[in-house]
Structures are given as C-alpha cells and as structure tokens.
C-alpha cells in the first residue's frame, strides 16, 4: 500500500511570500489532516477533513492559511503572506474513517524555511 | 483542555537494556491512546494503541505500552533495546466518542540507545 505523499520536501521563501504544499493520501481514506510541527514541540493539528469538508478548523490561523480538498482526495495547504514563525515542518496525514480509535498515517512532510 | 506531558526531553540507553519512555495525560473522559515515533527527516510511524481491555499493549518492533487510569499514564517500554531504536518518541491521546478522531501530542522525547 502506498503511504501519504507530500511535496516539496523542502522550501525556502522570505518573509511575506506566499507558499503552497501538496498532500496524496492513502488510497480510500476519507479523512485527511494538515499538522505544524515546530522544532522542539508535538505536532499541532491546523485542519481536518472529512472527504471535501471542513471539519475542524479551529487552529488554522485563517489570516494567512488556508487549505482546501477539492475532490476528496488530494489536498493543498497554503500559507499567504508567510511570517518568521511559519518556519516549522508541514505534515499530512491521512485516516481510513477519521474515527479516534483509528491510527493516523502520515507523510515525511515539508520542512518550511522562512528568511 | 487535552494536555499530554512527556516529562523527559531526552532518554539515554544502552543497547541490551530494557527502556522506557514516559507519558501522562491530562484528558476528559477515557481517551484512547497512542505512540508514535518519527525518524530523521521523516513522518510519524504508528507503533501501538491502547482502546480497552488488557493493560499492556503489544505493538510494532517489540514495542509495548502499559495504560494505568489511576496514574493516567501510558508508558512506552521495551525489553531489550536497539541501536536503531535511536529516534523521537510522541505520546498521542484522542478523545473517546470524538466523532473528529483529533489527535493531541505531547512534546516528544528523544531516545538515544548506545552501543
């Protein structure tokens, strides 16, 4: 089985710009979730959805982030105009039903570089 | 608020010895529980949950985990460790009866295993 695939891997921009990240998941899973995993901490949920809706997105700083899931399979992240404190590494994840006995399975992320 | 605490940033090992890595959890409710760990440059990897039953959960490379709801931990253990167990541990709880399956991590801790 093919595991969640995320690109870039790696993205420098300056402050200001604007940036966008891509997320596949798992073939068949309904829901998918954007993490920010700064340095030093846990991964911290930004959005999830469930197919093409929004279902929580009540850490997305929605200023400057925003996210979206067409089709119900892909997903893009993006972040505009970008701050110092976005520098932290992107993770997708991706689950069969969403349910909270379910494991979640993640992508190797983008680490995001701001200058 | 869901708080999850790993009291140790960093464990250090040496290979052949049995290890354990610590987790508390600060949750409503009977949350289910999960480990994760995460490799260099990469994502998080499942290693095991605790849903109900038995206390002493078995999960993946010889991992396992014991759940106590006294203490509300759920420390991660294994009996004799490797030098390629080296990598981040993450603690992860998720609400029981949440229909959003969101996860809450800790801050990780970072296990070193020396030859």
């Known amino acids: 089985e093919a595991g969640v695939a995320q690109s870039p891997r790696y993205k420098i921009i300056e402050k200001r710009q604007s940036v966008a990240f891509w997320c596949n998941p798992i073939s068949g899973h309904a829901t998918l979730y954007w993490y920010q995993q700064i340095l030093g901490q846990g991964p911290k949920l930004l959005i999830q959805f469930q197919n093409n809706g929004v279902v929580d997105d009540s850490q997305l700083p929605k200023d400057r982030f925003s996210a979206e899931r067409l089709k119900g399979v892909d997903s893009t992240l993006k972040i505009q105009p970008a701050k110092l404190e976005d520098s932290a590494v992107y993770l997708c994840a991706s689950s069969l039903e969403g349910l909270s006995n379910q494991p979640q399975h993640f992508g190797d992320g983008t680490r995001l570089s701001i200058l | 608020a869901q708080s999850v605490a790993q009291p140790e940033d960093q464990v250090n090992v040496a290979e052949g010895n049995p290890l354990t890595v610590k987790c508390t959890y600060s949750?409503?409710?009977?949350?289910?529980l999960f480990w994760y760990v995460q490799y260099p440059n990469r994502g998080l990897q499942f290693l095991l949950k605790?849903?109900?039953?038995?206390?002493l959960v078995k999960g993946s490379y010889g991992f396992e985990a014991e759940f106590n709801k006294s203490q509300t931990s759920f420390h991660l253990k294994k009996p004799s460790a490797l030098v390629s167990d080296s990598a981040l541990y993450f603690c992860a709880v998720s609400p029981r009866g949440s229909t959003l399956g969101r996860l809450y991590f800790g801050r990780g801790t970072q296990l070193t295993v020396w030859p």
């Open positions: 605790y849903i109900t039953g038995d206390n």
């Open positions: 949750v409503s409710g009977n949350p289910y």
